[in-house]
């Protein structure tokens, strides 16, 4: 069964460094996710990518975020300069393959610590 | 704005039946998912809904949704330990960016 991959599992840095995280969508799907999950709270949408370019995005997605889609297959989330807050799980998720289904899969996260 | 609640805690014994509810707030949200998250993995989509359907069944899981009340319920018939994890509602408007509740924790006791 196809599945959406995140690499790495886990990542530790310090507080200032830039990170890229990576995932590796559902080979046929359309539409690309990061949403990210702090200890304890909710699920949160960070950014949709459709088309190469950025469909929508949350208040969280700002000017240290970016994300690209560099080759056919890889889909990345950069943090700039990251601070202690955005330790989190970041989840990539992908969906809408050309059948029209709107079932969204997820990958098994990358645990970012900021130290 | 969007927002989706659920309840806590939820514990059953193995081979009952588990129901774990649901409300939101948009009555423009269009699809609504189900999700199971096992400790250290990442999120498994159980099933979805339209917004124009009342049920789905799909084996031991069962979707009700009343659109009037904006509730949405997931029944587990025969709730088995393998069952115990974190159950997410979430919500979308186009099919899109999923909104989420805050988690379900479902304990199964043999």
């Known amino acids: 069964e196809p599945e959406v991959t995140q690499t790495p599992s886990h990542q530790v840095t310090q507080m200032g460094q830039e990170v890229i995280l990576r995932c590796v969508p559902i080979s046929n799907h359309l539409y690309f996710y990061w949403y990210r999950q702090i200890l304890g709270q909710k699920v949160e949408f960070l950014v949709s990518f459709y088309n190469n370019e950025i469909s929508e995005k949350s208040e969280i997605f700002d000017d240290q975020f970016s994300v690209e889609r560099p080759d056919g297959s890889n889909f990345t989330l950069k943090i700039r300069s990251t601070k202690l807050e955005d330790s989190a799980m970041y989840f990539c998720a992908s969906s809408w393959d050309s059948y029209g289904s709107y079932e969204q899969y997820f990958g098994p996260g990358t645990r970012l610590t900021v130290t | 704005g969007e927002d989706v609640e659920q309840s806590l805690f939820l514990s059953v014994r193995e081979g009952d039946s588990s129901v774990i509810n649901c409300t939101y707030t948009d009555s423009s949200s269009t699809y609504l998912y189900w999700y199971k998250q096992e400790p250290g993995a990442g999120l498994q989509l159980l099933t979805y809904?339209?917004?124009?359907?009342d049920m789905k069944q799909d084996q031991r899981l069962t979707v009700l949704l009343n659109k009037k009340d904006k509730h949405l319920s997931l029944r587990i018939a025969d709730t088995q330990t393998g069952d115990s994890a974190i159950y997410f509602c979430?919500?979308?408007?186009?099919?899109?960016?999923?909104?989420f509740g805050a988690g379900t924790i479902l304990r199964v006791k043999s």
């Open positions: 809904i339209f917004s124009n359907m």
């Open positions: 979430a919500e979308s408007i186009r099919g899109d960016k999923l909104v």
